[in-house]
C-alpha cells in the first residue's frame, strides 16, 4: 500500500502579514476572547517594531527517570510563557509608543498571526504588564530604537478565530487609530 501524497503547504512571510495590537481592556477576561470592537479600538504596533523576542507558550518538562532503565523520560509539567519584548523603532517627533507602552502598563498584545482574516483560527491573546523600556544606544550606521519588555501575566489564549469585520472593514485596511510608518 502506498503512502498518501502529502498536501502542499502555502507558505508565507510574517512580515506585511502578521499584525500585532495593543489592546488595552478585553470584556471577557475570563476566556480573553477580543471583540471586533476592543480590535479596532486597539492601536496597531506593526509598522514600528523591528524586532520580536518571545510571545510563545512552552511546557516545562519533567524528568522521571527510574530505576528499570537507564533512559531518562519526562512527562509534562507546568506551562511557562517567557518574557517577551518588542524592539520598536523610535520615532523622532513623538512619543506615541513611548506613552502607550510605559512601565506598569497593563493590557493585552493580540497577534493576528495571518493577518485580519475573520474565523482564521490565527489569532494570540498575551495579556501584558510592561516590565521596562530603554532606548538603544549605537555608533552603528541604523535607526534609532527602543526596546520594550513585557512580563506575561496569565495563560495566554492562542489559535482563536479572528471576530467578523463591521462590513467590509478589517484591521488592514480601515482608518483607525494606527501608528504611521
Known amino acids: 500500500m502506498a503512502l498518501p501524497k502529502a498536501k502542499p503547504v502555502e507558505k508565507f512571510s510574517r512580515r506585511g502579514v502578521s499584525i500585532f495590537l495593543f489592546v488595552p481592556e478585553i470584556a471577557d477576561d ?10 479596532d479600538a486597539g492601536t496597531n504596533l506593526s509598522a514600528a517594531i523591528a524586532g520580536i523576542s ?34 520598536f523603532y523610535e520615532d523622532k517627533v513623538t512619543d506615541e509608543i513611548e506613552q502607550l507602552l510605559r512601565k506598569g502598563t497593563v493590557g493585552n498584545i493580540v ?22 523600556q530603554s532606548p538603544a544606544y549605537t555608533t552603528d ?39 504611521a510608518p
Not at 530505576?67 to 519584548?85: N, R, Y
Not at 535607526?143 to 489559535?159: D, H, L, M, S
Request: hydrophobic residues 35%; glycine residues 6%; charged residues 25%.
Open 54 to 87: 518571545g510571545f510563545t507558550l512552552e511546557n516545562q518538562s519533567i524528568e522521571t527517570p527510574d530505576m528499570s532503565d537507564d533512559f531518562d523520560s519526562s512527562i509534562p509539567g507546568s506551562d511557562k510563557a517567557e518574557d517577551s519584548s518588542f524592539t
Open 111 to 132: 497577534i493576528l498571526r495571518k493577518g485580519d482574516v475573520p474565523a482564521s483560527k490565527s489569532m494570540d491573546v498575551f495579556p501584558i504588564r510592561v516590565g521596562s
Open 141 to 179: 550606521n541604523e535607526a534609532a530604537k527602543f526596546e520594550t519588555k513585557f512580563t506575561i501575566t496569565r495563560r495566554p489564549q492562542q489559535g482563536l478565530a479572528v471576530p467578523a469585520a463591521a462590513g467590509a472593514q478589517t484591521v488592514m485596511n480601515r482608518a483607525k487609530k494606527e501608528l
Open 30 to 39: 475570563t476566556n480573553l476572547i477580543p471583540t471586533r470592537t476592543e480590535l
